[in-house]
């Protein structure tokens, strides 16, 4: 069993930058992939990047060019760096951990002012 908890999000201006960081207890070498997804008021949870154990990733055309999946596996820790940061970005993002099942982080918030 693993367990994501996310940090990181906050207030930030259109054009700023953030850093999300996602910790996973338990070897984070035993998960299949992990991914950030990010659910907007009144929207559905989207898929924003992934990051396979391999070292793969994959982006959602929205963010492609601006944000980076990234991971340090000696602190079991899953960054996700948000550059040149939009209003339509503004949501919940949440880590996903994938072993066996998915597991759910309970978000962080990123609002971006206009």
């Known amino acids: 069993q693993v367990q994501p908890v996310e940090s990181g999000g906050g207030l930030v201006e259109a054009g700023g930058s953030l850093r999300l960081s996602c910790v996973v207890s338990?070897?984070?070498?035993?998960?299949?992939?992990i991914g950030w997804y990010r659910q907007a008021l009144g929207k559905q949870r989207e898929l924003v990047a992934i990051?396979?154990?391999?070292?793969?990733?994959n982006y959602a055309d929205s963010v492609k060019g601006r944000f980076t999946i990234s991971r340090d596996n000696a602190k079991n820790t899953v960054y996700l760096q948000m550059n040149s940061l939009k209003p339509e970005d503004t949501a919940v993002y949440y880590c996903?951990?994938?072993?066996?099942?998915?597991?759910w982080g309970s978000g962080t918030l990123v609002t971006v002012s206009s």
């Open positions: 990051i396979t154990r391999g070292g793969s990733t």
């Open positions: 338990g070897s984070i070498f035993r998960v299949n992939y």
């Open positions: 996903n951990a994938n072993l066996v099942r998915d597991y």
